[in-house]
């Protein structure tokens, strides 16, 4: 299994980059042979709709990769306020990725957590799992949570809660295609929250990645 973690400015400047850097995985020895891809995207205060650009080019660009991704705004401050992507890439010869999701906010997080579990226990081999989630810090969140976790105590469970900020309308983006004013239809005067499963964008709703495999060993530790 090899990483590696990409920094992605989205000004302008960088149209070129993002087609070079996604053109050199696709053609690299280790994608080619790669029995999974996953890709880990953190879009750091970049709008929904830029981000669904920047999906729709990855996918193009990586049809292998296995996506998994959030909104981002603790650690977003880079590039001298210009939104940018952190992109993660894992290649594995031997283990698989499989992305589960749910698309909307739960009436009941405690079901939401136990029908998720129960789709889960179908993966065979599983070693771990990597959860983001919409909705905040709350009550409710750890409640799902709580239920998502709970058959599989010898599992590892990983991931945080998808940033809220403010849309900047304003920027010169990577994408030229995507107009000022979309950005400012979109956003609407509230902020914006979001996570990633495969092709989709989600506002509410939950993203995960399962990895699995026979030889496949995890360790995790916290902070």
Same mark, same amino acid.
């Given at each position: ?21 996604? #053109? ?42 296995? =996506? ?24 594995? +010869?031997?283990? +698989? ?32 799992? #990597? ?9 409710? =969140? ?18 945080? =809660? ?29 902020? #914006? ?31």
């Amino acid at each position: 299994m090899e990483e590696r973690t990409y920094e992605i400015p989205c000004d302008k400047e960088n149209s070129d980059y993002i087609t070079e850097l996604l #053109e050199k995985i696709r053609f690299s020895a280790a994608y080619k042979e790669a029995k999974s891809v996953y890709v880990k995207l953190l879009f750091a205060d970049v709008p929904k709709v830029i981000a669904e650009k920047m999906l729709d080019f990855l996918t193009g660009h990586l049809p292998k990769a296995r =996506v998994l991704g959030m909104s981002l705004t603790l650690f977003a401050q880079n590039y001298n306020g210009v939104p940018f992507v952190r992109m993660s890439c894992n290649v594995s +010869k031997s283990s +698989k990725v499989d992305i589960f999701y749910q698309s909307e906010k739960p009436e009941c997080y405690m079901t939401a957590g136990k029908d998720m579990a129960a789709r889960l226990k179908d993966v065979p081999d599983k070693k771990a799992v #990597e959860v983001f989630t919409t909705g905040g810090v709350n009550v409710d =969140v750890s409640k799902y949570i709580r239920h998502l976790t709970a058959p599989f105590e010898d599992i590892p469970f990983f991931g945080a =809660v998808a940033g809220v900020f403010e849309v900047d309308a304003e920027i010169e983006n990577i994408f030229h295609m995507t107009r000022v004013s979309d950005v400012k239809e979109r956003f609407k005067e509230k902020g #914006e929250q979001y996570v990633v499963a495969d092709g989709q964008i989600f506002d509410d709703g939950a993203a995960l990645a399962v990895f699995s495999g026979e030889d496949l060993n995890v360790k995790c530790d916290y902070l």
